[in-house]
């Protein structure tokens, strides 16, 4: 995602400059001017340049794009954060709960910076419907933007827009980053699903039941109700869930087939957020009493050995209630 927003940005005539926390893979994207191994066969536009150089990050920086899976904001942006000059916005891609602390993207990022004595201006998050490759292939996507300044969403949508990306503005940062966060734990139980070929009546239940405790969590942590029937919730849920480029997906649908979670693990190259997110989720729910079924279902298959179909058996058997 961290490519492709940068794609964007360069094609909307800005100049950018993408960091990499690995010096061999700048040198080779600077060399292939390609992202060979997440984005393979799109080129790398010429107003970019690729760095690892830490001294360099933030060069003239007006606005940074913070794509670093959450379990690794901390680390990353320890090594970072002396480098990092206001009034430089930054504005997270990141879609996850960080483990122990139980901290949003947005939030991880303010502790951080602010215990290395560099306070953040202004903060935001850009999240939705957003699969990378299909964005890379310019088919249309719409998401979101909110920030903690007014003025700063204006200028996110300004940077970004595309004929084939809009961007919307939205004032709820919590709602927007705690339904990013879950709805990859419901694509992995969407992708468990897939794998036991459990059927579309089974997949359009997960996805109702999944928004219906995503929305639970989010308003009892001061979300608005609307943003998780917006394009960051409901939006991203469906997206996530259906989507074969879906990494939460499909590293559920490895389990549904019968592969061990650590294989499942191991086999992209991609960092399934979801799965440690998971973890967050059903310590942050058990925090402030929230029921959250299908996320603990997803918890005892990762964490606990149960294997699918009892998980499903379970959720099936469970006391009979009113919707809602």
């Excluded at 920086?61 to 913070?66: D, Q, R, Y």
């Excluded at 379990?71 to 990092?84: E, G, M, N, T």
Aim: net charge negative; glycine share 8%.
């Amino acid at each position: 995602m961290g490519t492709v927003c940068a794609i964007m940005l360069c094609e909307n005539g800005h100049d950018v400059t993408i960091w990499s926390a690995f010096d061999a893979a700048a040198a080779e994207m600077a060399q292939a001017r390609e992202n060979r191994k997440f984005l393979p066969g799109y080129r790398l536009p010429e107003n970019m340049d690729v760095t690892s150089d830490e001294s360099k990050a933030f060069d003239r920086a007006e606005l940074v794009i913070s794509a670093v899976p959450t379990q690794f904001i901390r680390p990353v942006w320890k090594r970072l954060a002396r480098h990092y000059k206001q009034p430089a916005a930054i504005c997270s891609v990141a879609k996850g709960i960080e483990n122990g602390t139980l901290l949003r993207p947005s939030e991880i990022l303010s502790d951080v910076l602010g215990a290395a004595g560099r306070q953040v201006g202004q903060l935001a998050v850009l999240s939705g419907p957003s699969i990378a490759p299909e964005i890379a292939d310019k088919l249309p996507a719409t998401v979101a933007v909110a920030a903690t300044d007014r003025q700063l969403p204006g200028r996110i949508q300004a940077c970004f827009t595309r004929p084939y990306f809009r961007i919307y503005t939205n004032e709820d940062m919590i709602g927007m980053e705690i339904a990013g966060a879950t709805k990859n734990v419901i694509a992995i139980a969407a992708g468990i699903l897939d794998g036991l070929q459990a059927g579309d009546n089974a997949k359009a239940a997960l996805l109702a039941r999944g928004l219906a405790e995503i929305t639970r969590l989010a308003l009892a942590m001061g979300a608005r109700a609307d943003t998780l029937a917006g394009l960051a919730g409901v939006g991203d849920l469906v997206t996530t869930c259906i989507s074969p480029h879906g990494r939460n997906r499909s590293f559920g649908q490895a389990i549904g087939e019968g592969q061990s979670v650590s294989d499942a693990l191991g086999a992209g190259n991609s960092v399934v957020e979801g799965a440690a997110t998971t973890r967050s989720v059903v310590q942050l729910a058990a925090n402030i009493g929230v029921d959250m079924p299908i996320t603990q279902a997803v918890y005892d298959v990762l964490f606990s050995d149960e294997s699918p179909a009892d998980a499903i058996t379970a959720l099936m058997l469970r006391p009979p209630r009113a919707e809602g």
